[in-house]
């Protein structure tokens, strides 16, 4: 079965960076793109960009250019997302979501990963 | 960039009541080549994250109970519960994927009265 599974909940200073991995297991990795998705407390959901596992070509929300980038690795059929230059705003639980085979919707996703930011 | 609104902000059904969720695109989302509407639909319950439920507008995803449907063309779409139950308090977000940056609407909150 599909899975994406998130590394643990982090906590960093302002101006600090923070990685954050997803592991998909249960499908062929390199044939589905990945979203990432942010959810700050009580709030809704924002798209943070997508990465194509099979090329590794990335597209941000203009928002984050600047400080983000999407990784992937293929021997472990993992993404990564570093966001860099911290800030209390950024405190949210991050999502990866793989895109759906018959739609560009997100059929999956993973558990979430929450980065608090705090001096 | 496509704004996705919704509306109301939240709403409370009686038990087996309809429930009703209205989203607007301010640009149509309908691809015409296709005839496809890049519209979704997702449920969040407290602690989990989303769910998708609705796709094309109208598609339900594998698994999800018929009481749920999807409808509307173009710019104004509408995601229905025919029957609410208890299980379904949730929150309500509307994705556009006709563009990029792909867009959520602010969600609608379901309780139960």
């Known amino acids: 079965q599909v899975q994406l599974v998130q590394s643990g909940a982090e906590v960093k200073k302002p101006g600090a960076s923070v990685k954050v991995s997803c592991k998909a297991s249960g499908y062929t990795f390199t044939s589905y793109y990945m979203h990432w998705v942010r959810q700050a407390p009580g709030q809704g959901l924002e798209w943070m960009g997508i990465i194509n596992p099979s090329g590794g070509r990335t597209n941000y929300a203009q928002k984050f250019q600047g400080r983000i980038t999407m990784t992937r690795d293929t021997s472990t059929s993992t993404v990564y997302m570093e966001l860099s230059s911290l800030r209390s705003k950024d405190t949210a639980v991050y999502y990866c979501?793989?895109?759906?085979?018959?739609?560009?919707?997100?059929?999956?996703w993973g558990q979430g990963t929450l980065v608090t930011v705090s001096s | 960039d496509i704004v996705m609104t919704q509306s109301p902000d939240s709403l409370a059904v009686s038990l087996g009541e309809r429930a009703t969720i209205n989203c607007k695109s301010s640009q149509s989302v309908l691809y015409r080549s296709s005839n496809k509407n890049y519209l979704g639909w997702y449920q969040q319950k407290p602690g989990q994250p989303p769910k998708l439920l609705i796709y094309w507008a109208s598609t339900r995803e594998s698994g999800v109970p018929d009481r749920f449907s999807g409808s509307g063309s173009g710019t104004d779409f509408t995601l229905t519960i025919s029957s609410l139950q208890a299980e379904d308090v949730a929150v309500y977000y509307c994705q556009q994927y006709y563009s990029s940056p792909p867009a959520f609407g602010p969600g609608t909150k379901v309780d139960i009265k």
């Open positions: 979501a793989r895109v759906s085979g018959p739609s560009p919707h997100l059929d999956y």
